[in-house]
């Protein structure tokens, strides 16, 4: 069974930019990836997916701001955003998409206020 750590988040002012990480403890080659996010409360939403052939998909409310990609050489996924608005504010989660999917790690927190 793959985990993933998750890890780069933090605060930053609206317009700003993070890169988050996310890492494998295996080889994800074979895997379809995603980044997710939860707001306390409300249900956990994917806001990008990476095919193992390198296609890409997002969330509208995301699309444009946000690049997902995969290195399988380094067994890590990684989620570029820019444009960060008050509404990205969440803790941010990757999973597997489909039968690979695991548990959940404990996510990394992006606040963006200012």
């Known amino acids: 069974q793959v985990h993933f750590v998750e890890s780069g988040g933090g605060l930053v002012q609206p317009g700003g930019s993070l890169r988050l990480s996310c890492a494998a403890s295996?080889?994800?080659?074979?895997?379809?990836m995603g980044w997710y996010r939860q707001v306390r409360g409300k249900e956990r939403e994917r806001v990008a997916a990476?095919?193992?052939?390198?296609?890409?998909n997002y969330a509208d409310s995301v699309k444009g701001r946000f690049t997902i990609s995969r290195d399988n050489t380094k067994n890590m996924v990684y989620l570029q955003m820019n444009s960060l608005k008050p509404e990205d504010t969440a803790v941010y989660y990757c999973?597997?998409?489909?039968?690979?999917?695991?548990?959940w790690g404990r996510g990394t927190q992006v606040t963006v206020s200012g």
């Open positions: 999973n597997a998409i489909g039968p690979s999917r695991t548990g």
């Open positions: 295996r080889s994800i080659s074979d895997i379809y």
């Open positions: 990476v095919t193992v052939f390198d296609g890409t």
